[in-house]
């Protein structure tokens, strides 16, 4: 299976952002056991590419492990080289999007306005992030109407009680930040029980 079919049938990106490198480990290992089976690493997070490098090697054939935050070609090169297999940025940046292809990985921009999203996937981009996802899932249905053939990935914003809505708007995966991995909280073996039964209810909430 490629990294994007994976992506789209397995619609959950659990974003691990600022966590503590020995912890990643066992925090992935929790959220596979709850059915997830994607994971992206911030690159601002601390010792960022060492950990995508650890959970490639980790998780392997268990979780598809990518990198988010990526601002230009320099860093997704970085990062693809470190063993991502999917880039994930903020923003539109041409560059960015042809370094991650020219490496057979899976690109998602991120953007937010129809034009943005489109010159994205017109670019070369496989998933677009739409971001802010906060405005709600009745935007996304608005966006697919003149653009249903591109591929949309809510992200920041999407809950337990949203995530079928955006859904059923027409968004094909999502990217779940705080409300899936909190990590201001210290990862005792309790939080880690907490973040499988929490990867366990978004994984019953997108099978619908």
């Excluded at 994007?4 to 066992?26: S, T």
């Excluded at 992206?40 to 959970?55: D, F, K, M």
């Excluded at 999917?86 to 490496?103: A, G």
């Excluded at 999502?174 to 909190?182: M, N």
Aim: net charge positive; proline share 5%.
């Amino acid at each position: 299976m490629t990294a994007l079919a994976h992506l789209l049938e397995h619609k959950l990106v659990a974003i691990v952002r600022g966590a503590h490198p020995p912890d990643l480990v066992k925090m992935a290992q929790a959220l596979h056991a709850g059915g997830v089976r994607s994971i992206e690493v911030t690159l601002n997070s601390p010792g960022a590419l060492a950990s995508i490098a650890e959970l490639a090697g980790a998780m392997a054939g268990k979780l598809l492990v990518g990198a988010g935050t990526v601002l230009d070609a320099e860093t997704a090169r970085a990062a693809l080289l470190a063993g991502a297999q999917f880039i994930i940025s903020p923003t539109v940046n041409k560059k960015t999007i042809r370094m991650t292809k020219r490496y057979g990985a899976v690109s998602i921009p991120g953007a937010f306005t129809a034009t943005e999203i489109l010159q994205a996937y017109e670019h070369g981009g496989d998933i677009i992030k739409v971001f802010p996802a906060s405005v709600g899932a009745t935007y996304f249905k608005d966006i697919a109407g003149p653009l249903p053939f591109i591929p949309l990935m809510p992200t920041g914003g999407v809950s337990l009680d949203n995530i079928r809505n955006f859904q059923k708007a027409g968004a094909v995966a999502f990217g779940l930040g705080s409300a899936l991995v909190d990590t201001s909280q210290p990862v005792t073996e309790e939080y880690l029980r907490q973040l499988t039964e929490k990867a366990r209810q978004f994984v019953q909430a997108v099978a619908g």
